[in-house]
């Protein structure tokens, strides 16, 4: 990626005639990052989060081999290892509070998550995050003892994130990573909203977080044996959305144009472009129909996050006692998971993760005009200097308002107005996106308060 971007760079991004140049369309490092994520290597970090037998948010701390201390020890070391095979290019760390009188927490236990930050070049308070959950939990979510393998909920998100430390950290980007381990799921989110809160008090700018909860059941409980498809979940509306903001949502838009959802649109268009035999469902939905997740917390701290998620779940594998009854097989063990598939959604992680901390600053103060004229105008706030050092331009989007995806764009330059003549802005929705010279983009900003992803 350094290496295009300095060819670029030194080519003055105009063409010979002095003409303006639109960046690729394409960002050739992103199919390396993709072919490099190993199936092998996820099983084996399943298999290794699976021996601990429980990873119980209470279950025991103490022993080296068993129990959720143990677990997040070796998550620590691996992130460790990781990072010294890149000069020690991460900062790895836990982030934990002491939770009690909770409905799942009654007993004061530490809720510990692991993460690593892989900082960026030009602009590392800008951060995007992909998480997973350490914990696990059998038929009685308060039985800390009893064995809960946890396989596929959810080792496989958390060896999805260590797979994707392993293979972003041997290149760089502009902004930066967060790989999270995160703890206290099962219980009621909580390492989620833990994370969330000391993001926010160390002014850490979360502009995305791909939350990856059960990514490797390619078997589903209604029959369906699918590897070629994931789900990905957003919310609308946002959940900080005050009522003067829903007001004047109701007049413009934007029920089905939230920043996470925008976000959910990237992720779509990233498996059509780089991770082969992927499509991506959209659910327009926070999650499952009323269910959880841990991106959940982060959006009600008002930061953009989807979930990623298998899209046939079997729920005789999920939050079961391993056994055998009535001829069925129960339990979230080992030989359920599919591990190329698994390895494929980690894929379509890396791949985001790769240009989003490789976009520019994201596009902020958006606004839109244009009503009775036949012309719509643009317009956005650009940042100055080190963190837009990897800035090229602006590209403006459009599509019919029942369209579930973007289909019309032009790029306009580095400039922070634009219009669009003879395209009426009652007919269409709108945003923009900001370009960096090897093509890594961000999400579409849909203008006003309703698609901000929150300043840069
Ligand atoms: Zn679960």
Redesign the pocket.
């Known amino acids: 990626m350094r290496i295009f971007v300095s060819m670029v760079m030194a080519a003055g991004l105009t063409g010979a005639a002095g003409a303006q140049v639109a960046p690729p369309s394409e960002v050739l490092d992103v199919h390396d990052h993709v072919a490099a994520v190993s199936a092998d290597r996820i099983e084996a970090d399943i298999t290794t989060l699976v021996s601990f037998g429980t990873r119980h948010t209470a279950s025991e701390t103490e022993s080296e081999t068993h129990g959720i201390g143990a677990a997040r020890r070796w998550i620590h070391d691996e992130f460790e290892r990781i990072s010294a095979e890149c000069g020690g290019c991460l900062e790895v760390m836990y982030v934990s509070e002491t939770i009690s009188g909770e409905r799942r927490i009654p007993d004061p236990v530490d809720v510990v998550s692991v993460i690593a930050i892989q900082r960026g070049t030009t602009d590392p308070d800008r951060m995007v995050v992909m998480s997973g959950d350490i914990d696990s939990?059998a038929s009685d979510v308060m039985n800390a003892e009893i064995d809960a393998p946890g396989a596929n909920?959810?080792a496989s998100g958390v060896a999805g994130v260590l797979e994707a430390a392993r293979v972003l950290s041997q290149d760089e980007f502009a902004g930066s990573i967060i790989y999270a381990a995160l703890a206290g799921?099962?219980q009621g989110l909580f390492g989620g909203r833990i994370v969330a809160d000391y993001a926010l008090e160390q002014g850490w700018r979360i502009k995305a977080v791909i939350n990856n909860d059960m990514i490797g059941n390619s078997a589903g409980i209604d029959g369906v044996v699918d590897n070629a498809t994931a789900r990905v979940f957003s919310e609308g509306t946002r959940a900080t959305e005050t009522p003067e903001e829903a007001r004047i949502r109701r007049f413009t838009g934007g029920e089905v144009d939230s920043p996470s959802r925008n976000l959910a649109r990237f992720i779509d268009r990233t498996a059509d472009q780089y991770v082969p035999n992927l499509d991506v469902m959209m659910v327009y939905r926070l999650d499952r129909f009323g269910r959880g997740g841990h991106h959940r917390p982060f959006n009600e701290a008002g930061m953009p996050g989807v979930r990623i998620m298998e899209t046939h779940e079997d729920y005789n594998r999920?939050?079961q006692d391993i056994r055998v009854e009535d001829g069925i097989e129960y339990g979230d063990v080992l030989e359920a998971v599919d591990f190329d598939y698994a390895a494929k959604l980690t894929a379509l992680n890396i791949a985001t993760l790769a240009q989003l901390a490789g976009a520019p600053p994201f596009p902020a103060d958006v606004t839109i005009s244009g009503a009775v004229r036949p012309s719509t105008t643009l317009s956005w706030a650009r940042p100055e200097g080190e963190p837009a050092a990897n800035l090229m331009g602006y590209r403006v989007y459009w599509r019919l308002t029942d369209a579930p995806q973007w289909t019309h764009s032009r790029y306009v330059g580095d400039v922070t107005e634009f219009t669009l003549e003879n395209v009426v802005i009652d007919n269409y929705y709108f945003g923009v996106s900001s370009v960096a010279p090897d093509g890594s983009e961000s999400p579409v900003v849909f203008p006003g308060p309703a698609g901000s992803f929150g300043g840069y």
């Open positions: 939990r909920d959810n799921e099962e999920q939050h």
